[in-house]
């Protein structure tokens, strides 16, 4: 028999949400007083409107509603970027530069978060080994990442067909990455954390790693995080509306970059993959994908629902209306920090002392917390 306190116990693990919505500006009781959050995004391109929509518009919205006791640390997460097809240093030191002024042309406030290097904190590295003697093969097996970043093939249903030759020319460091990033999450000793959501199964593993720390040291050391997903947390190709727009899609354009001028960004809305039905616009993800991705993509900027999008496009009666409806919303969105980034871009000095002054926050928490993970594991 349970006895009261488990009850308690039981019934508020069992309430107790992993998953939270990331549409702040609606919701700006989300986040507990003394909550750390943290994110970051790879310097593998320039960024698009998944990146924008899927983060880091959140992580301007929280910004702004930053309270007293609360704490953001946003990074350029540089060392997950080389697990993928590298580009040469050159182009990699432009990128890696290029992914702080994004952050701050989406709006992020310097003065609220801390913009970090992931590289320039070595405790990211030392943690990832700790935290890698818990993590299971079989675990880390389970992530779809690795395994769609590596072409290898799917089935007709989606399972990923596994072949041992192509698995073994898989490299440790693309296998093991989900372990870096919950190290990258818990260093800070994190508790929310915004994201896509294709980052939703690296979160489990994170809170599952969490978990085990704390059983196998018998400490409460660290937080189980919260992944906080935005409505459009999964914002399609538009060439392909079956899977994720992505920054590493040779198709330019599938993605619309927050650097496309309002001209590329209208013809490639122009071109987006949609369907035979051309006089009647409504959502069905399942039977209209790349319709259904349109006006999702606008009730995102819009921050309203997808029913009262619906009801606005409902007065369209062709594609060239509704498309062209659908890249004003999204040029009017983008143009501040499409020259933004342009304007950041010609100041190297200022976006090096942004960093600067974040590291240096950001490398003070994670010394301490690093030192505290020694103390309870005996070293
Ligand atoms: P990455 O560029 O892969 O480092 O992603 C940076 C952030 O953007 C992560 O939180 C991703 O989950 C998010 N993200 C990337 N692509 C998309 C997308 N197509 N839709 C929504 N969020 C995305």
Wanted: glycine share 4%; net charge positive.
């Amino acid at each position: 028999m349970l006895n009261r306190q488990a009850i308690l116990r039981l019934a508020s693990k069992r309430w107790t949400s992993t998953v939270q919505r990331a549409d702040y500006k609606l919701n700006s009781e989300a986040l507990p007083k003394n909550a750390t959050v943290f994110s970051m995004i790879q310097p593998t391109g320039c960024f698009h409107l998944g990146n924008y929509l899927g983060a880091t518009r959140a992580w301007t919205d929280l910004c702004e509603l930053k309270k007293s006791g609360q704490e953001l640390i946003f990074g350029v997460a540089d060392l997950h970027a080389i697990t993928v097809p590298k580009p040469d240093a050159k182009m990699f030191r432009k990128f890696r530069h290029e992914a702080v002024a994004s952050i701050l042309a989406v709006g992020v406030d310097p003065e609220k978060a801390s913009i970090i290097y992931q590289s320039a904190i070595p405790q990211h590295s030392e943690l990832h080994w700790l935290l890698s003697t818990l993590a299971s093969m079989g675990f880390l097996n389970r992530m779809t990442q690795w395994k769609s970043k590596s072409n290898i093939k799917q089935s007709e249903n989606k399972e990923y067909q596994i072949d041992d030759t192509e698995v073994g020319k898989v490299k440790l460091g693309l296998f093991s990455y989900p372990v870096l990033q919950a190290a990258d999450i818990l260093l800070y000793k994190s508790t929310h954390v915004p994201v896509g959501d294709d980052q939703s199964q690296h979160l489990e593993l994170t809170r599952h790693l969490a978990d085990k720390f704390n059983s196998t040291y018998k400490t409460d050391f660290f937080p189980k995080p919260i992944t906080m997903l935005a409505q459009t947390k999964k914002v399609l190709s538009l060439s392909s509306p079956e899977k994720k727009m992505s920054k590493s899609d040779p198709n330019h354009d599938s993605v619309i970059f927050l650097n496309d001028e309002p001209k590329t960004i209208q013809k490639k809305i122009r071109r987006a993959l949609t369907d035979s039905i051309s006089d009647r616009f409504y959502y069905d993800p399942v039977e209209r994908p790349g319709v259904s991705n349109l006006i999702n993509i606008v009730s995102g900027i819009q921050r309203r629902s997808i029913g009262d999008v619906v009801e606005d496009v409902s007065r369209f009666n062709n594609y060239k209306d509704f498309k062209d409806f659908v890249s004003e919303v999204v040029i009017e969105e983008l143009r501040e920090p499409r020259t933004e980034f342009e304007k950041y871009g010609n100041e190297p000095d200022y976006l090096h002392s942004v960093v600067e002054s974040g590291m240096r926050k950001a490398q003070e928490k994670a010394a301490k917390n690093l030192s505290n993970i020694h103390r309870i594991m005996g070293f």
